[in-house]
Nanobody, 116 residues
Framework: QEQFVESGGGLVQPGGSLTLSCAVS????????IGWYRQAPGAERILLES???????GFMDVTKGRFTTSRDNTKNTVYLRMNGLVPDDTAVYYC??????????WGLGTHVTVSS
């Protein structure tokens, strides 16, 4: 079964940037779409954007141009670059397949807190 390990979160001031990583095992990311999801406090987990398997650069603009996804197929890792962070971006960020399979296996996520 595939496994997802998210990392790179932390505390950042408004306007700051972070790059999250998603290390995938059990499947080859070049064969599937992997997306970034986030769950804000008190809210449901939602899909932000996916890194399309067929796109050689893997970049797709996300969230009003502030977020960008990318992938390194040699490392089987997907990234989320987040610029211009605002307090509403505070959440736990996860990665997983897009669309989600039945009974998806979730990683622990990585916490992002945007606060001054």
């Amino acid at each position: 079964q595939e496994q997802f390990v998210e990392s790179g979160g932390g505390l950042v001031q408004p306007g700051g940037s972070l790059t999250l990583s998603c290390a995938v095992s059990g499947i080859f990311i070049r064969h599937v779409d992997i997306g970034w999801y986030r769950q804000a406090p008190g809210a449901e987990r939602i899909l932000l954007e996916s890194s399309a398997a067929g796109d050689p650069s893997g970049f797709m603009d996300v969230t009003k141009g502030r977020f960008t996804t990318s992938r390194d197929n040699t490392k089987n890792t997907v990234y989320l670059r987040m610029n211009g962070l605002v307090p509403d971006d505070t959440a736990v960020y996860y990665c997983n397949r897009v669309p989600l399979p039945t009974n998806p296996a979730w990683g622990l996520g990585t916490h992002v807190t945007v606060s001054s």
